[in-house]
């Protein structure tokens, strides 16, 4: 905060996955809160506390939280850069967007939400300029 003239912050999402429990445990600073498909087109969005941006506020306050996967399941994980993605009528991707695009695919793979995910953005944005990151991470339960 010393350091930080400029006004600038970071958020932040850090979790561990344990392979055997199929457990989740992350801590979210501000960050876009993970999306949990059935992967039969169904999501829910993850319960959040008061995590926010690192860089703000003297105060660090943190969302702590543990989620389970079951077989199927799918976890994504996104930055704000998909969700506030403009098109050239200045309307946003939104979560809308984010929902409709991967509820109406029906056990994808991974590498296949990331795809169609960033390509659903791209024809949104439709050559207009991109202002943030755009970054995806997504878990598929075995």
């Given amino acids: 905060?010393?350091?930080?003239?400029?006004?600038?912050?970071?958020?932040?999402?850090?979790g561990?996955?344990?392979?055997i429990t199929h457990q989740?445990?992350?801590?979210r600073a501000g960050h876009?809160?993970?999306i949990l498909f059935d992967g039969q087109g169904s999501f829910k969005r993850l319960p959040k506390a008061n995590g926010q941006a690192l860089g703000v506020f003297r105060e660090i306050a943190l969302d702590?939280?543990?989620?389970?996967?079951?077989?199927?399941?799918?976890l994504?994980?996104?930055s704000d850069g998909i969700t506030d993605a403009l098109n050239r009528k200045n309307v946003n991707f939104g979560f809308d967007g984010l929902v409709e695009t991967?509820?109406?695919?029906?056990?994808?793979?991974?590498?296949?939400?990331?795809?169609?995910?960033?390509?659903?953005?791209?024809?949104?944005?439709?050559?207009?300029?991109?202002h943030d990151d755009i970054t995806v991470v997504v878990v598929r339960a075995v």
């Fill in 1 to 14: 905060m010393d350091m930080n003239d400029k006004g600038m912050f970071v958020t932040i999402l850090f």
């Fill in 16 to 19: 561990v996955l344990n392979a």
């Fill in 24 to 27: 989740f445990q992350y801590v």
């Fill in 32 to 34: 876009e809160i993970p």
């Fill in 64 to 74: 702590e939280q543990t989620i389970e996967l079951s077989k199927g399941n799918m």
């Fill in 76 to 78: 994504l994980m996104c």
């Fill in 102 to 130: 991967v509820g109406q695919m029906i056990k994808p793979s991974a590498s296949m939400v990331c795809g169609e995910l960033i390509g659903a953005v791209n024809k949104h944005q439709a050559g207009s300029l991109q």
